[in-house]
């Protein structure tokens, strides 16, 4: 499902949290940095950052409507405040993944903007001392296999992690590969690496926050 605006004018976006049975589901999920190590490899949180709750945001003005919470405590609404981000959530049911839900960043009946989600608060930042020693950790990585070599069994190995599909030319017909991901929890103590397989063989990385324990969060 791709981002876009909603019935009534209700902006939510698809979001990595699930109250389904898929385990890879059942989480809130980190910020992530991507990078192919280099020079403008850049920390989403370094950016300079809108008021506006998404890029797609017409207005940075809160509600203050109240429908939103109204609606929350509303047990036929299917509206919920989700205490641990901050988040007003749309939930719903699907066949295929049970239940689940839809961050909501605007108000449906006034279109103001809903509170700013603490998501991150979640999860340790990265800071620039260990990106920049992850990066060095990682340049010598040009294959899966110096990952293995380096660092050993992963904590994660997923053969089927990511796919790319190239659509019929001439004779030839569709094709779709599928690309494998290691997840290193042991490299850093604030940060897991993913070592993320492409075209070629080539690697790429992603770095995400760990997950702060209850007391530890802001």
């Known amino acids: 499902m791709g981002n876009g605006v909603a019935p009534l004018g209700l902006w939510m976006r698809m979001s990595l949290v699930s109250r389904g049975s898929r385990p890879w589901l059942h989480h809130v999920a980190p910020p992530v940095l991507r990078c192919v190590l280099r020079a ?7 950016q300079m950052m809108s008021e506006r709750r998404t890029h797609a945001s017409v207005t940075d003005v809160d509600c203050t409507c109240g429908y939103l919470q109204r609606a929350a405590d509303d047990p036929d609404v ?12 749309f939930t719903y049911q699907t066949e295929v993944w049970g239940p689940s839900m839809l961050v909501i960043y605007h108000c449906p009946f006034c279109g103001g903007a809903a509170p ?3 998501r991150a608060q ?16 990682l340049h010598p990585i ?6 293995l070599q380096s660092f050993g069994v992963p904590d ?6 990511s796919s790319s599909t190239d659509n019929e030319v001439d004779e030839e017909p569709a094709r779709t590969d599928y690309w494998r991901s290691l997840e290193y ?3 850093s103590e604030t940060v897991d690496v993913s070592v993320l397989e492409g075209a070629g063989g080539r690697v790429s990385f992603s770095m995400s926050g760990k997950r702060k324990a209850a007391d530890h969060r802001d």
């Open 40 to 46: 403008d490899c850049r920390h989403p949180g370094k």
């Open 78 to 89: 299917p509206i919920q405040f989700e205490a641990s981000t901050g988040e007003y959530q």
């Open 116 to 118: 700013k989600t603490k």
């Open 122 to 137: 979640l999860f340790h930042a990265i800071s620039d001392a260990e990106e920049e020693r992850l990066k060095e950790l």
């Open 142 to 147: 040009k294959t899966i296999e110096d990952a």
């Open 156 to 161: 994660s190995d997923k053969p089927l992690a």
């Open 185 to 187: 929890r042991s490299l």
